[in-house]
């Protein structure tokens, strides 16, 4: 099967698989040049695998690419057939598909392996076989790269060479560098012991690298230091060098938000005690008679049985709330510029400066097998006939309108299937709850409200870890259908998609929880307890935070895998002994053929944007986010490096000026939490009643009466018929009038029950205090964007100073080229006319635009 | 003075000046290749001017490189006192700085010339004098660069070459190829008749190119036309060129906005005798008695008198206003996107896509001689003291923090200012209107309003106009004070300082009118009629356009010049018959002394950016101000290419990639529309109030009753002491309660004349609307904004073909060196070493990084 040559793996130690180390280090400590070919010279860079026997599992998907090999013997199919000039046979073009493909795949392969092989030696690079000794059906092909051909690419990648000349850029005055010098000594331990030196010429022993990778990064046991980023690319790429450089800004920026967020917790602690409307609350003296929080099935209550949740509900609900979200917003925009910044740096050293990225087609007749390869996995007959009747396939908007369609409808649907869920969870609690208020059981009663809560929530998390596997595959069905033209769109759309089921999916609990329970009473009649409605929503971002993060992390990242080595390791009869004499025989490339596949950045992308959404989104409601996730990746970074370390196979090195379309979800993200905060902050919390309260209403300008204030009058004899409480009488005397958190005309009022002034004051101020916040911080997070720029100093100074390198250096030669053309002159009158013409690049040009090149000139010469 | 050197021109007609061009014609119709060398041969390519005897006028400043003369002597006294070690006599710094001024400005003037001349020398230059032969004081040094220069110089700026394979993109199928066929038929009258290849040749006759410009662009009978781009930028330079490339896609697109707007006010006017309040306010059924606007001098009045202003009114104020700032929000995204694009193209075209702008210090010592020029001008002296003690002059942030307080206080006082001069004009108002309501003459009373609202609307313009100029020369000398480190940031912060001035004196008047007046009235006295405010706000709007459009445009841009010109020819002493005679003696050169220097672009985009302003800001309260900017702009473009072509010194042609800080500036100023408009829609016109009425408040869901609602009751018996109209009986009976616009209590309520519920309701459902608007508006933005791709299309395949071309031209060169290499292998073993090593460019390294090369390889290969 040829196309499982796009397994690409080094036979260099890509991973550590679940070798002891040390062995390791022993047994390579002679060739610290690596693995060689045949004849001990020349160096193994690449090996490919592939199957030398028909493959048992020809149908089976392994891996995006994996598809890939039923889309070639597609194409060939296709070209086929397109030779017969005749339209096909009607009878089924599914079977008929099929049977093509189980035809041409003997035939084609050897053939095709053959054709691929030339491509590589055509190309300048040497190869070795090394077919069937120790993994049965498992061939291997060598790949060495000579040196000329190295040259060649690195012209091609315009490699920078370190110029003679290195420019020290001086960072102010002797104390500023004396400071300098102080942090660099008292920030020492929290660097990785990687010396420079050695970092730089380490390409040669990739085994070493490996090893230095191993210990200074991949451990729990260095949790505070800094990364090797710079070895990590090295072995790597630059593209995953990326993401851990991202993880690692993104980690370090979480260390001031956890601090604040602490902080601003431990002042809730604090001043509970000191808070008015709980301490009203809870006084015995405020006899309040409370109305009933469902129908029939409840009865009366006294609002000091609320007194615990009032008191927990300060904690995240104080003014320091409200402070706290918007340096959450001015964190959001300082982290995306400081890694603007980190980006910039990084392209600089990293010599990416002048890379642009291209893009590759899927196939080369991409749109035709992608579409015929989704027609007939799902069978879409009509669409698989107007193609094969057609000459020049091109995909137009008509075409392609059913797959966008498609994937709209679905993905509301999907949306729409994620807030019905929500909408189950609800219907659980009520009826449960219900349930037990119905119960004489006391106890049952005082429990009823944690048991309900905790139990939801749980659920609600059950449900978000196993709907976002469903959307996963969702979400690259989908894409599939659309027939992306490009890897990097496709993999775009995928992701876009992806974000958008999950984050649905994640979050929509959470949104029911911050604005539409408190107010959808008259619908499910069901109130939040008295200020109670940001509690709940904590108690779901905590348990959702905790739950997924620790279920994900531990169960399907470091769970799953052993459990499936476990699995191969019984299938292959051996017992551990035998198992390890095995593995000792295997050459490293073997080994590395038991590892699991790479399969890309975005699932360990989407869990972090995920998790900033979290921090972001929903900070004025639970402050202690930030610190959560601290904690997390702290973990997450060493977890994710002993995966890459030791897990799977080594990824192909790709590079990457920037993280692409993550940065825009995230910035999308911090935009959107701007506004979703002002709405926490002025909607779920009290905060703005309070304000009101204080300012407009209190007749003394403190809180005292403010829980007197928020609640409206009920005359019972106005229960709708069947809706009166069951047990009237339930608190021991007979309640003539109860009260209610709202805003409403009293009873004896003209208008009864209508909405009051004061309801309209309030959301006016509610509503300002939106715009203003949302004005007020989108002003500042621009300022801050502005004020940072996104180029560091100190790398733009020296990027200048080299271009002033080039420019002389460029004179020199000139100067050069004059003197050696006058002195050929003064031989042969001839030969100048010739020369300059030879030797001008062939990307310039000689148009003669004379003035503005003689405007250059005296700008250079700064007249 | 060596410094006049800066007034750089090219004897390449830059000008026409007021020659008649026909004359130009026969005149050049010989030598094609334009004005040459004393020898016929050499090209004449720049022309530099200098005074040859003591200049008359040292400290006078004509332009802003005029004071670099004082700079460049100031830095050489610098210097030299500098080199006495000791600190310089205390005695008066300024008076000792003029003095040295004075005394080395002979000595040093002939030695300077002579280096700066060696300079140009050096680079290759060719130099010709021509003194005093028919000008009296003034030398003209003549430039010729050779070939060779200019070759080097088209290495440094990397023209690039055409090449010969041109791949020609085809715009989809046939029926798409055929509609563009028409379009391009369609409008072919309307592109300007410049010949493709003459456009790409005409260098060599630049004659010729600027008679094309004179007929085919500066010239009001093409207005309806495209402007010759190209060519501009051949003449002018890319800097100019993205000028003019700009100014023509905006005004393209006004031509929709200024349809939909006027589609929105003739709707206006078709709809405003449906009206329901308009109709109530005037039927004379409604005897509505109006409580007086002023205390004391005011009476009573009735509402059927205000029938005309809500008439009026409804033309701006009604439904399809809040369409069309919608519209007009997404119009401005869509101008943004679509000038995004056409910059891309032109860089493409213009051979941009690689360059990039080097930043060009101010001086060598720029901050030293910079702020000692600012010192020695504004007498600062301990400043000029603390610098000449100094050794190493570096400007910290102590330096500077006394110019940024400055600038911030001067800005904030002159914001002030403004906002006062509005104040005044306020006062003016009340106090005429005052004086007028006093006065018995009916006909007086009758065009009170008419007569107020126009003469301060005038007032306000003229005091636009002055403290215009003001700022101007205000902006300039605080960023002086600045002390900029380059030419670049030298101007940014020049136009941002610039900009905020101006805006905020343009849009003060506006403000208040949108903003405060309605709301002022408890301080003022003095209140919009019924539903006039928006009225009004249209009124100043349509003049300040209408004013300062004419006024600027006119006087400003045409007359000024124009008397300028008149006066320095009545000082020549010469009559006009004699002038002329004069004129045809005078070279081309001599004659382009005499023109204006050309002060750069800055004014002609603030003018721009202001009328963007006018456009997106209160489009909301003037739909037809897109009109207007559309006819104001078909002959600004004229008027701008009659003065660059006609009437100043050609400019220095200057390379750009884009309009710089202008973008942000438009992007700023549409952002905030967005959130300005809401605001407008939702607080100063009827809308809001009319919906909350209709779906609310009225009783049989129509608007009948509306004004009556909007109405609240007084009781005249409550007047405060002194405030009661001093004419209670002026509508000929006793009022008991009167009638004002506003939502309160009813006198006999619990709360008398308390904001009411209503009240609330209309401020929450406004803020709603507010809340609303703006995340739709900005979220429909950013989705226009994704939407577009800002490379167009046919552009990134080009330059993907073209990446394509360089690839296999690379390859290639590098299987013909690889033939060369083995062949030379064959004869000695020694040379394949060296020459791979020598051929390699300087800047591309040989650094291994195999795996990585390998992987660009295989990506390649399209494995």
Partial sequence: MICQYVSIKTIIPLSLSSQPLNSLKSDEAGPKQGPTFQDGQRRVDYVLTYHIQKPQSFRRKTSHFGDYRILRSLRRSLSMMRGRDTPPPKEDPEVAAHKHRLDYHEDDKRFRQTEFEDNLREMGLELEKDEGNKIPGIGFLKIHAPWNVLCREAEFMKLKMPTKKVYEVKQGSDVVERINLFIRKATAPLHPKVEPNRAQNMLFYPLLSCQILYDEWASYSVFYKYQPIGLIRKYFGEKIGLYFAWLGVYTQMLIPAAIVGAIVFLYGCATVDNDIPSMEICDPRNNITMCPLCDRACSYWKLKTACGTARASHLFDNPATVFFSIFMALWAAMFMEHWKRRQMRLNYIWDLTGFEEEEVSLCPYTTACLLLYVCSYFSLDYVLITLFQEKKVKLTCTDRAPAYMTGLFTMLIMVGVTFAVVFGVILYRISIKAALHMSSNPTARTNIRATVKGTAAVINLVIIIIMDEVYGALARWLTLLEVPKTDKSFEERLIIKTFVLKFANAFSPIVYLAFFRGRLNSLLLYLCAHAGCLMELCIQLCIT???????????????????????????????????????????????????????????????????????????????????????????????????FVTEVRRPIAARAKDIG?????????????????????????????????????????????????????????????????????????????????????????????????????????????????????????????????????????????????????????????????????????????????????????????SSQRICALLTRLRI
């Fill in 545 to 643: 935070m905790l739950g997924k993060q620790l279920i994900q992390n531990n169960l399907f990242e470091i769970g799953i895998p052993k459990i499936k080595k476990l699995i191969r390791r019984r299938k292959s009869d051996m017992d551990s002994q035998q198992q390890e004499d095995y593995n000792m025989t295997l050459q490293r490339h073997e080994k590395d053929h038991f590892l699991g596949p790479f399969v890309g950045l975005s699932p360990e992308y989407m869990e972090m944007i995920i998790q900033f959404g979290m921090v972001t989104l929903f900070v004025a409601s639970f402050p202690l986010a930030p610190l959560f996730a601290l904690l997390n990746n702290i973990i997450e970074i060493r977890l994710d490096a002993k995966k």
């Fill in 661 to 849: 379309i993550w940065y825009n979800l995230l910035r999308g993200l911090s935009k959107v939490a701007v506004i979703v905060n002002a709405f926490v902050i002025s909607f779920t919390s009290d905060f703005i009643p309070r304000l009101v309260y204080q300012y407009m209403y209190s007749p003394d300008g403190s809180m005292h009466g403010f829980v007197n204030h928020t609640l409206s009058y009920f005359n019972v004899s106005d229960f709708q018929p069947g809706t009166a409480p069951l047990q009237p009488m339930h608190l021991g005397y007979e309640v003539q009038i109860c009260r209610y958190k709202d805003y409403r005309e009293t009873p004896w009022s003209n208008t009864p029950y209508d909405l009051s002034k004061e309801f309209w004051a309030i959301l006016a101020c509610r509503l300002a205090f939106v715009v203003v916040f949302q004005n007020v911080v989108m002003l500042m997070s621009d300022f801050v964007d502005w004020l940072i720029p996104d180029i560091p100093k100190d790398i733009s100074l020296q990027i200048h100073k080299e271009k002033i390198l080039m420019v002389e250096l460029f004179m020199k030669e000139e100067e050069g080229k004059k003197l050696l053309r006058d002195s050929h002159a003064n031989q042969s009158p001839l030969q100048p006319r010739s020369r300059p013409a030879s030797h001008t690049p062939s990307n310039w040009s000689m148009q003669v635009r």
